[in-house]
Nanobody
């Protein structure tokens, strides 16, 4: 069973930076997608960024140029560096891993709160 543990959320002023990390325990397979999603109050969960095991990244338009996703395959850990934060980035950020090797499985972390004050 794969478990995801996020860390790094918190409170920051607009224009500031935060870095989130998500460590996956268990086997996520050699071919997988690791990524971040977020959900603001009253809104649907949305994509922030994903990064495949092959190195292909994808970003939401709203975070392009401000957020950078990276991963350490040896540690089964995905990171997102968030710069130039805006109040509208306030949300609970969730880590997601999709295992594509063997039986396809998707896993979610419990989320970490990011609050950006104006």
């Amino acid at each position: 069973q794969v478990q995801l543990v996020e860390s790094g959320g918190g409170l920051v002023q607009a224009g500031g930076s935060l870095s989130l990390s998500c460590a996956a325990s268990g086997s996520i397979g050699a071919i997988n997608i690791m990524g971040w999603y977020r959900q603001a109050p009253g809104k649907q969960r949305e994509l922030v960024a994903t990064l495949t095991s092959g190195g292909t990244s994808n970003y939401a338009d709203s975070v392009k140029g401000r957020f950078t996703i990276s991963r350490d395959n040896g540690k089964n850990t995905v990171y997102v560096q968030m710069n130039s934060l805006k109040p509208e980035d306030t949300a609970v950020y969730y880590c997601r891993v999709i295992k594509l090797t063997g039986v396809r499985m998707a896993y979610w972390g419990k989320g970490t709160q990011v609050t950006v004050s104006s």
